[in-house]
């Protein structure tokens, strides 16, 4: 593997590092001491010290030594400039640099774009030391959102370093990186009084599909703002909409969120993620002409009693009436934590199935199947057996909230790329679902979510929506009578079916 890749090594372009310079420098801001922690090559040293008479002083930091190398070569008659190489985690940067210069300080760069997942993976060693610096607890501390980039550690070691100086942050880095710093800043509270968020085209730069921009913050210079203007790229001087946050939540459209602010609150509900196996090639199979193969283009014969259809997030985008399931799932337990060794006696043919492919499924590596029973799954419970579910993509926006009940005589299960709502009664699976696909629920879902983002639409997300201030918006005259869900089918609920939702909203027996 690439030393280029495990490092997260994506090198600035001089252009591109010129338009982020001009974007800064702009409107008479002028700064005398700059800080590049990643530094790289120097392509921001040699612009920084292009744009003008005001720099007096650089520091640079780089682990890898041939980029010192070639950095040390840049000289300035009037710029003093320092490099030196160095992991920037093993230092303090506000209390560890010596600096000659005195005045408010631009840190500016480009830290590797790759997360410590990926670093993992490929063995690599760029990493913070081990700490749960998020703050996450139980499961989530162990699986995916503990995931970070190592851009994002960058960002939060400076703001945590730098949380008592008037310091400008400006470094390029992912879009979901910028939104989880913002979140940070908000959560502790800290005295940051501006932030700006301007996409750039990371295709052209560095030739990866991913959505990116400059971030940049300030801190210690004014009022306290949690407000994030956006801009469309590095040229444009107004910002074409601006997100922030409603109490700790975080907003993608201040402006259109403002017009149906009234939805926010806490589902009625409990919305539910889909089954979980990390192991697609060997738990699901397709069903052609009689005959189940798996991933691997293997004939399977198994006991079809643990057998279920499944919808995954693109399938829900085409659903229509009379829709056949591509895919099953192979379901080992009917909840979480359920022991599996009496598939051994009951389904003999799926227990050979299952011990065959041991070293996929042993070799599985999220921790939460660390001790948990040998082939488990999870997002599976009572819930997952009801006849009747609402389900949503977690990938696509507009969402589109779809009524599902059972194929052939199994329950249909979706996965955990889906979510999904559980219910008995057909008429009362389908009147949430009229709510949900409401348009004002849609304009709120839009307004609270980002397009560009991996997963738009997650249980948090969801669980933002109050149903019961929907239902009163609503005209329930054109619900009962008129209203059709979004796989195509008429909402048949009538008056007296609405009163007993109602006081479900309202918590009564």
């Known amino acids: 593997m690439s030393k280029k890749k495990i490092l997260g090594d994506f090198q600035t372009p001089v252009q591109l590092a010129r338009n982020v310079i001009s974007r800064l420098f702009a409107d008479g801001i002028h700064w005398e001491r700059i800080l590049e922690p990643t530094c790289g090559q120097g392509n921001f040293i040699r612009v920084c010290i292009e744009q003008g008479a005001s720099v007096r002083e650089i520091i640079g930091l780089e682990l890898q030594q041939s980029y010192v190398e070639k950095s040390k070569r840049i000289s300035s008659e009037t710029v003093q400039v320092s490099i030196y190489q160095q992991d920037i985690f093993d230092l303090n940067l506000a209390t560890s640099l010596q600096w000659n210069t005195l005045s408010p300080l631009l840190v500016v760069g480009n830290p590797p774009w790759i997360t410590n997942a990926e670093q993992g993976r490929l063995n690599g060693k760029n990493l913070p030391r081990k700490s749960n610096f998020q703050k996450l607890s139980g499961l989530d501390a162990i699986t995916g959102k503990s995931n970070f980039d190592i851009a994002e550690a960058v960002w939060l070691k400076l703001i945590r370093e730098f949380v008592n100086d008037p310091v400008t942050i400006a470094l390029l880095c992912k879009t979901s990186v910028a939104r989880k710093v913002a979140q940070f800043v908000l959560d502790n509270e800290l005295h940051v009084n501006s932030m700006s968020l301007y996409r750039i085209e990371a295709q052209r730069w560095f030739n990866v599909a991913v959505d990116a921009g400059l971030f940049a913050l300030e801190l210690n210079q004014g009022d306290i703002s949690y407000d994030v203007a956006e801009f469309d790229n590095l040229l444009d001087a107004r910002h074409t909409r601006t997100f922030g946050f409603h109490g700790r939540k975080i907003v993608a459209d201040l402006d259109s969120y403002r017009q149906v602010e009234s939805l926010e609150g806490t589902s009625q509900l409990i919305w539910r993620q889909g089954v979980k196996h990390d192991a697609a090639k060997v738990m699901e199979l397709t069903y052609r002409d009689g005959i189940l193969r798996n991933g691997y283009g293997d ?41 599996t060794v009496h598939l051994r006696d009951h389904a003999p043919k799926l227990w050979r199935y299952l011990n065959s492919h041991t070293d996929q499924l042993d070799s599985r590596k999220s921790s939460i199947y660390k001790n948990a029973p040998q082939f488990s799954m999870f997002g599976i419970g009572e819930y997952s057996f009801q006849p009747y579910k609402i389900v949503v993509a977690g990938f696509y926006l507009p969402a589109r909230f779809v009524v599902v009940s059972g194929y052939q005589g199994k329950q249909i299960l979706v996965d955990d790329t889906c979510y999904s709502l559980s219910f008995d009664e057909e008429w009362e699976a389908r009147l949430i679902c009229a709510l949900l696909n409401h348009p004002a629920v849609s304009k709120f879902l839009t307004s609270i979510t980002f397009a560009d983002s991996k997963r738009p639409i997650t249980k948090g997300v969801l669980e933002r929506i109050n149903l019961k201030a929907v239902y009163d918006q609503v005209n329930i005259d054109k619900l009962t009578n008129s209203t059709t869900d979004s796989y195509g089918k008429s909402v048949n609920c009538d008056r007296r079916n609405v009163e007993i939702q109602l006081r479900l909203f309202e918590g009564d027996e």
């Open 299 to 339: 004939l399977v014969e198994i006991e079809t009693d643990y057998l279920y259809p499944l919808l995954k997030s693109s399938d829900l985008q085409s659903i229509c009436l009379g829709f056949v399931p591509r895919k099953y799932v192979i379901v080992t337990q009917k909840k979480v934590g359920q022991q």
